[in-house]
């Protein structure tokens, strides 16, 4: 009994001892923290390790629904690495391709209650979120050049447009990102409007583009992207209109091997995130994401530049014949669309817009 009664004394010394060794506490192995979407978080006070002036960096989230492998991919990234290069450690970028952060109204929504977001969106959607005379810039045939686009994100007429969009709680952060210009692809061959009167085409279900192509005298279609082909397939609907990337990218050519050169939409995009985040920043950091950010579309509209005539390469060699647009069929398409600009009303757009924004680009 003394025996059994010395070695449970012993056994107790040994579990206090390797207790007290560890501290008093247990942990699992196993347990991790998983990588997940970061808050804003500038908590010295709570004594966090920080980069600059004992402060956690800012991370901006770019949630977007491109594959970082495309040309706006390839472009993000670039934005991050020269935040990273250029600034002091107290901004940082953090990329959610594939719609990985939300779909694109749930990131709005997340920008107006002050979340640090970032996504891409245009015109078109801006119009359908209250800034009415935005959306004019996606009607057919309303840019002839870039150089219009890029004019007319330098004037007056486009400052104000974005203060209002800031009073709905949106920031513009950089808006001179190509994303393409759109063209027309179909089942059979078009030339001219008359060509494409009645013919059903798909287009994004937004009040914007399916009246540019009604007004064109098609019958225009709602429909998503990733149903489209097989419309095209069934004869559900008989053309598409895209980017060469994206007409390529679906494998449209496989049922639609027809492409006519319309150019009919400049496609710039933008990237917006929340005023209220946007003011949280130091001017310093709001400099710093501003001018990346440009520098940053100038990097994406070289690749967008060099792949376009990739992609149509790639058509051409898929059976696709394409057609190019003559100055008198130009003129013609030009003059059917006329009929869209006369919807301002419709629209909601101010008195006098087309001539407005036609005088901000120097016409």
Not at 217 to 224: E, R, S
Not at 239 to 249: A, D, K, M, Q, W
Not at 298 to 321: I, K, R
Not at 338 to 347: S, T, V
Request: charged share 20%; aromatic share 10%.
């Amino acid at each position: 009994m003394k025996k059994n009664f010395l070695l449970g004394i012993l056994a107790l010394t040994m579990s206090l001892s390797t207790l007290v060794g560890c501290g008093g506490t247990t942990q699992n192995p196993n347990t991790s923290t998983p990588e997940a979407p970061t808050q804003t978080s500038n908590n010295a006070e709570a004594g966090n390790t920080t980069p600059t002036a004992n402060k956690e960096a800012v991370i901006v989230q770019i949630g977007f629904e491109n594959t970082l492998d495309e040309p706006i991919g390839q472009a993000l990234t670039k934005w991050k690495e020269l935040v990273a290069e250029k600034g002091d450690g107290s901004l940082e970028i953090k990329l959610f391709p594939n719609s990985s952060l939300g779909s694109k109204t749930e990131l709005i929504d997340m920008m107006v209650m002050g979340e640090p977001v970032v996504t891409i969106a245009d015109g078109a959607f801006y119009a359908d979120y209250g800034v009415k005379d935005m959306g004019i810039m996606y009607g057919p045939f309303f840019f002839e050049s870039w150089d219009d686009v890029w004019t007319l994100i330098e004037s007056d007429w486009y400052a104000d447009q974005s203060k209002k969009l800031e009073e709905k709680g949106l920031k513009l952060l950089a808006s001179n990102w190509i994303y393409g210009s759109r063209h027309l692809m179909t089942t059979k061959k078009v030339v001219t409007p008359e060509d494409v009167a009645g013919m059903k085409i798909r287009v994004a279900a937004t009040e914007i583009y399916m009246e540019g192509w009604n007004s064109l005298g098609a019958v225009a279609t709602g429909l998503a992207l990733g149903e489209t082909y097989q419309a095209l397939q069934t004869g559900v609907v008989e053309g598409v209109e895209n980017p060469f990337s994206t007409l390529y990218g679906q494998s449209f050519h496989e049922v639609a091997k027809n492409i006519l050169l319309t150019g009919h939409i400049k496609n710039f995009t933008t990237w917006v995130t929340g005023t209220e985040f946007f003011n949280q920043l130091t001017p310093e950091q709001q400099e710093l994401l501003v001018t990346t950010g440009e520098e940053a579309g100038l990097y994406n509209n070289q690749l967008q530049t060099e792949n376009e005539q990739v992609y149509l390469d790639q058509l051409t060699s898929a059976g696709v014949t394409v057609t190019e647009m003559t100055e008198e069929n130009l003129a013609a398409w030009k003059e059917k669309s006329k009929g869209f600009y006369e919807l301002g009303d419709k629209f909601g757009w101010s008195e006098g817009l087309y001539d407005t924004v036609q005088k901000a680009m120097g016409k």
